[in-house]
């Protein structure tokens, strides 16, 4: 009877799998800064871990195929921030229905390491920066448009003479920062 | 030492098959292929629980209410420079395909359309391709490379959102001799299954719904056809019906919305952000939580004339 149940079950999930979500909801992402606070003058390494909804893939940063649009990590300028560089995760091969080649893709958690330079005038204080993360997402069988979901940075800047905390290290551990 | 593997430690262990007599050799055999017939038969019983009882029921919903609508008629341009307009296919079996080309799933049904337009097209049928490209030069690229054989055009989000808005490419539909949409499909299907479609509706009379049309291939929750409210659609606050208000309350709920920033990170104010971006959820929500607190106010009576 529990097997009949279970049948039932996967009958319906079958039947019925369309859009599990709508809109913009398939990638929701944060950020966090490597260290609790930061200083003026100083590198600042920050990740953003963006969480793709199950079923669905975004693209890699370099898809495998020229039409394909590349999840991209954006910041607003700032004054007191610049960008070093952006480090983006090796995307995973996979076969899809739709594509006789495989395409390289993320899935699950993806973490996006940028590298910031903190200004050495920038005086102490809390900072946002207007980050984005862009992507365009599919699953087996259709697409949703391209999109971005914003991504606010709070870097908050002590004194040289405050020490700093490491935040979230295993986090930072899986980003190779050049 | 040696290593003990887990399984040595447990009682199953010491009753492995190499060990047992053939007679119990044979029972766990019988019992082997009794489990896989009654897998079988759960597998053969739920494929018709499924094709008789499940799917019906969900055709059944997605047909519910108002049967096959009209059509939205558009005017558009299509790639080449020619009028495209749904109007001047009156009469014709139209397959409607939005689709985009960044989108795998769409690029790879084109082929079968193709076919489709060689096969039917002087049966009185035509494939109309609405890209939602941002712009046609990628559109132009593939359809001279895919030599498209029907016309396409570059559509925009006011077309899409009169079709009912797109819950993903490829979004097709299938429309009859009468003007009339018969099916949605959501995702990219197998040519078979617009085939079948359109050799219904081919046979079909050109003025008179069709009332038992049956949907062919996978039936999704996202099929059923629910067309935009042009009112809403075309509203001076996309999205939102103002049809309600007077021309003095709608100044004032647009004074509202442009004195609020949008927080999507647009930089502009709530009424600017609906009007360059159709597709911003964060100012489509806010915009209409401010239309409900506009017509409270309203009905108690409070800052509207």
Known sequence: ?178 | MEEQTPSENTPQASKAPESSPPENRAALQSKLLAGALLALVLVVGLYYVNRYWIAPAVRAQTKSDGDHPLAPAFSLTDITGKPLKLSDYQGKVVLLDFWATWCGPCRVEIPGFIELQKRYADQGFTMIGISMDDSPEPVVGFYKELQMNYPVAVGNDRLGELYGGMPGLPTTFVIGRDGRIYAKHVGAMEPGVFETEVKELLAASPTDELKDFHQAGRIFQDDKVVLGDPATIDSEVPGINLTKLTADQKEAYKKILLSQQCPCGCKLSLLKCRQVDRRCSVSLKLAQDQMDAFLKNRSSGVATK
């Not at chain 1, 693209?59 to 700032?78: A, F, M």
């Not at chain 1, 229905?97 to 050495?120: H, I, K, N, R, W």
Request: glycine fraction near 6%.
């Open chain 1, 1 to 178: 009877m529990r097997m009949l149940l279970w049948g039932g079950v996967l009958t319906l999930m079958v039947t019925s799998l369309g859009w599990a979500q709508n809109g913009n909801s398939v990638v929701e992402a944060r950020a966090v800064v490597a260290t609790d606070a930061v200083h003026a003058n100083s590198p600042v390494k920050l990740a953003v871990l963006a969480q793709v909804a199950a079923g669905f893939h975004i693209n890699d940063h370099k898809p495998t195929l020229d039409y394909l649009i590349p999840t991209e990590l954006k910041v607003d300028p700032s004054d007191h921030f610049t960008v070093k560089s952006v480090v983006y995760p090796k995307g995973t091969l996979k076969r899809f229905a739709f594509s006789d080649a495989p395409l390289s893709v993320y899935e699950g958690t993806v973490v996006v390491g940028m590298l910031l330079q903190a200004a050495p005038t920038v005086p102490a204080g809390t900072y946002t920066l207007k980050a984005k993360f862009a992507y365009q997402a599919c699953n087996d069988h259709a697409c949703l448009p391209p999109t971005s979901v914003p991504v606010p940075v709070t870097i908050k800047v002590v004194p040289r003479n405050v020490p700093l905390k490491p935040v979230e290290s295993d986090v930072f551990q899986r980003i190779k920062f050049e």
